[in-house]
């Protein structure tokens, strides 16, 4: 087997050197031979390019040397080893194997929704997001709404709820991501970049992710409800408390990670604290955000379905905290807030139950402080042999402040889903009831709404 190889090689080197003598003007890649004698060492080269780079500078960019190569024990110095294919053929040697180099990788697949293209040195997921919505909004009939001389009456509407574009993924290390998404429904001729929420980069410093750092603009660690992804949710919209207290993106830094094997997650950031797509900070104070939580039998992950939990139960609790001192110098009407915040999750062969609940301080510059609580729950069950039907119910409260009787907002409600294909391809039929006990002079209001919703995810 042996001496077959070396024949093959030998003959390979022929055909090499008669095409070289043949055509010597010719200098592609696999047809140039060229061995230099300088300073005691045999510099041998395979390619055109490499020999006229050498011959300036002195310098190779790729060296391959053995010692005591040469026929009187010279150096030799290679170029490659295709140079020591042709210098072993030449010189009567018997031929060597060399593997190949390694073709750079280069994947393009559909999953889930995300279209991605991967590389030896980066990854990048592409995916689109539609929700259209029908709304039948029926007001208090007690209350006039747009000056109209009877109060109350109904009002039907089509709308695009959302259509995001996000790109996501890595870049030369997989410890290196980032976050890219654009909402075109948010976009204002005032404020143009509105639509962008998110653009971030993530850095696993422990490439192990238990301690990691991420920079730009995302959701601030705060509230189980708004870290969940608008499409990755049981009702058409978030609850009337979460949307109240858990205000999302921000501009700014938080460090995070893993804790006791990944039974445990922690992040902390400071922030602009004025909300996202501003240009710069109002003052000179940040807003502060902790959440730390705790999930021993495995994250049940960001989303209010139970499309995950098969034959075991996945629960998290955790605790969230915000500092957010918005006071400035020019106006007297703005706050210093705390808020405490815990949230849970459950979830078991179809069934998901999760609540959260949120107490405010609030300090003014002027008058007195007051709290501001809010909480809601909200649970579901997963019907059908592929359960793909779902039946949800959500109630809800909310006291602005302690310091004023009878302001409460209540909301209770019910959903009724349909996933073809979980959270990408689904629809939403959701029905609820807001009541206001501070308005209409102090009678109340009561409010009902229909939302009708398609979602898609490509």
């Given at each position: 087997m042996t001496s077959r190889v070396a024949l093959y090689g030998r003959a390979l080197g022929l055909a090499l050197m008669l095409a070289v003598a043949a055509a010597p003007n010719v200098q592609a890649q696999g047809m140039f031979f060229q061995e230099v004698q300088k300073d005691g060492r045999i510099y041998v080269f395979n390619s055109a390019r490499e020999h006229a780079a050498w011959s300036k500078s002195g310098e190779?960019?790729?060296?391959?040397?053995?010692?005591?190569?040469?026929?009187?024990?010279?150096?030799?110095?290679?170029?490659?080893?295709?140079?020591?294919?042709?210098?072993?053929?030449?010189?009567?040697?018997?031929?060597?194997?060399?593997?190949?180099?390694?073709?750079?990788?280069?994947?393009?697949?559909?999953k889930d929704g995300k279209t991605s293209v991967a590389t030896d040195r980066a990854q990048l997921l592409m995916s689109t997001r539609i929700q259209g919505r029908f709304t039948q909004e029926s007001p208090d009939n007690s209350v006039k709404l747009f000056s109209e001389a009877a109060g109350g009456d109904p009002r039907s509407s089509f709308r695009i709820r959302r259509a995001k574009f996000?790109?996501?993924?890595?870049?030369?290390?997989?410890?290196?991501?980032?976050?890219?998404?654009?909402?075109?429904?948010?976009?204002?001729?005032?404020?143009?970049?509105?639509?962008?929420?998110?653009?971030?980069?993530n850095w696993d410093l422990s490439r192990r992710k238990i301690l990691q750092v991420r920079f730009g603009q995302f959701k601030v660690p705060f509230g189980r409800q708004e870290l969940t992804s608008s499409g990755s949710q049981q009702f058409v919209d978030r609850s009337d408390a979460s949307t109240r207290y858990a205000r999302g993106r921000e501009t700014g830094v938080q460090l995070w990670g893993g804790l006791l094997g990944n039974k445990a997650e922690w992040r902390v950031g400071a922030f602009n604290g004025e909300g996202r797509s501003q240009a710069a900070n109002a003052n000179d104070k940040f807003q502060y955000n902790a959440r730390v939580q705790f999930h021993p039998n495995g994250d049940p992950k960001f989303s209010e379905s139970d499309l995950e939990s098969r034959d075991k139960l996945l629960w998290a609790i955790a605790a969230n905290l915000e500092l957010n001192d918005k006071t400035k110098t020019t106006t007297s009407t703005d706050t210093k807030d705390t808020i405490l915040g815990g949230d849970f999750m459950a979830k078991y062969r179809g069934f998901s139950l999760q609540g959260e609940y949120f107490d405010k301080k609030a300090e003014p510059e002027t008058g007195a402080e007051f709290k501001d609580r809010g909480w809601y729950v909200q649970t579901g069950y997963l019907l059908g042999a592929k359960r793909n039907w779902e039946l949800a119910v959500r109630h809800g409260r909310i006291d602005p402040s302690d310091q004023k009787p009878g302001d409460d907002r209540k909301e209770i409600g019910g959903a009724v889903n349909y996933y073809y294909n979980k959270h990408n391809v689904k629809l939403q039929a959701d029905f609820r009831q807001l009541e206001d006990e501070a308005g209409n002079s102090g009678k109340g209001i009561k409010s009902r709404e229909f939302r009708l919703q398609t979602q898609f995810i490509f």
């Open positions: 190779l960019g790729k060296a391959i040397a053995r010692l005591g190569y040469g026929d009187a024990g010279e150096t030799v110095v290679f170029d490659s080893e295709a140079a020591i294919s042709l210098f072993n053929f030449k010189h009567g040697r018997e031929a060597e194997a060399f593997p190949e180099p390694a073709r750079p990788r280069m994947e393009v697949f559909w996000k790109l996501e993924g890595w870049f030369y290390k997989p410890e290196l991501s980032y976050e890219f998404q654009i909402n075109f429904m948010d976009a204002t001729s005032a404020q143009p970049t509105r639509m962008i929420e998110d653009a971030s980069i």
